[in-house]
């Protein structure tokens, strides 16, 4: 009888001991769910400087298969190679870029507005767009009564003049610190990608030391795993982008569309957003184009049909054949989740999230199907 009742207690301590530590597990996964909600946009940012110190560190190695030159000095030549381009790029087409943004942006709204005026002829309801156009001031609001002085007619009150101050000053203040948002978001993610590509052995053996002794083999394996599908799969993307630029713009020249070079520009960037990138760029590409006529619109949309099969039947395939391989609409669905819960940046590193989700199941799976 006591070894039946010591039996018991201990199979209730056992029982006590699993729910206790689940318990735990449940009430942690809750609080990391919780922290990763709340500051989402950080950690976003901390992972967008992952990313450019991986595509660092891959241009670092594959020039140190040309050139036989330390890390530091190699790392130093890719970091000048592409400052001086990006630099080349502002001074030689800065003001191009700035003339022909500011034409695809007046574009871009007249058409806008002329799709609404079309949509309002045929009785479709257009009140959910915002276009934010001012409206023009009547004649009897501009003219000046009769007897009345122009200038003291347009002269405003102490209480307008106070007003109109203080929404200047608050517009003021919010473009403000919206610009120094952006470019303290762009210096912490350069430098958190310089910091990254400096020194990648030293975060590698700091990732594998948090994890448990036992299991230290097999997040090593991990780790690696992971660090070379990011490495061949930014460098491949780049090599998209880059053609997607070249193809949009030689062709919209071809074409005769103004723009094209800014608009190739877009379409090379979008490009790094699968399947939701390359349908924004056509949109665009298709709107910029109606300024110029229906047969110029019809030869872009071709042109984007073209663009967007080269890059889905043509680079994808053959560049990125041992990058990545995840189903169109996994990939589709998971973008759309992101960018719904997250918003654009969400939207733009899915990708990259799913490729790493995806090469730790494919280890586990692995690993479950070799014989014990």
Request: proline share 4%; charged share 10%.
């Amino acid at each position: 009888m006591a070894e039946a009742s010591d039996q018991r207690l201990l199979a209730r301590s056992d029982l006590a001991w699993a729910i206790a530590v689940g318990g735990i597990g449940v009430v942690l996964f809750a609080a990391l769910l919780a922290f990763a909600w709340h500051f989402a946009a950080t950690l976003f940012l901390i992972f967008a400087g992952m990313l450019l110190g991986v595509g660092l560190n891959a241009m670092t190695q594959l020039l140190g298969r040309v050139i036989a030159l330390p890390q530091p000095l190699r790392l130093a030549i890719v970091c000048l190679t592409l400052a001086v381009a990006l630099s080349g790029v502002v001074v030689l087409g800065g003001t191009t870029i700035a003339k022909q943004a500011t034409v695809l942006s007046d574009t871009i709204k007249s058409q806008l507005t002329n799709l609404k005026s079309f949509l309002e002829k045929n009785g479709v309801d257009t009140s959910y767009f915002e276009l934010g156009q001012a409206e023009a001031p009547t004649a009897s609001a501009s003219a000046a009564s009769p007897g009345t002085s122009a200038t003291a007619h347009n002269l405003p009150s102490a209480s307008a003049l106070a007003s109109s101050g203080g929404a200047i000053v608050s517009q003021t203040l919010k473009v403000l610190l919206g610009t120094v948002s952006v470019v303290g978001n762009i210096f912490i993610v350069l430098f958190l990608g310089l910091a990254f590509a400096a020194q990648p052995s030293a975060y590698r053996a700091g990732l594998i030391f948090f994890a448990p002794g036992k299991y230290r083999d097999q997040a090593t394996a991990i780790i690696d795993r992971i660090g070379e599908t990011l490495d061949r799969w930014l460098l491949a993307q780049m090599l998209t982008m880059l053609a997607v630029f070249a193809v949009t713009w030689i062709g919209l020249a071809l074409i005769g569309i103004p723009s094209s070079f800014i608009l190739g520009i877009q379409a090379g960037l979008l490009a790094f957003i699968p399947t939701v990138g390359a349908l924004i760029g056509g949109v665009i590409v298709v709107l910029a184009s109606l300024a110029s006529g229906w047969v110029a619109a019809l030869s872009a949309g071709i042109l984007f049909l073209g663009v967007h099969a080269l890059e889905s039947y043509v680079l994808t395939p053959i560049i990125q054949r041992q990058a990545l391989d995840i189903p169109p609409a996994t990939l589709f669905a998971f973008q759309i989740l992101l960018g719904v819960v997250f918003g654009l940046w969400g939207l733009a590193l899915a990708l990259p999230l799913m490729a790493i989700t995806k090469v730790i199941i494919d280890y586990f799976k692995a690993d479950d199907a070799r014989p014990a």
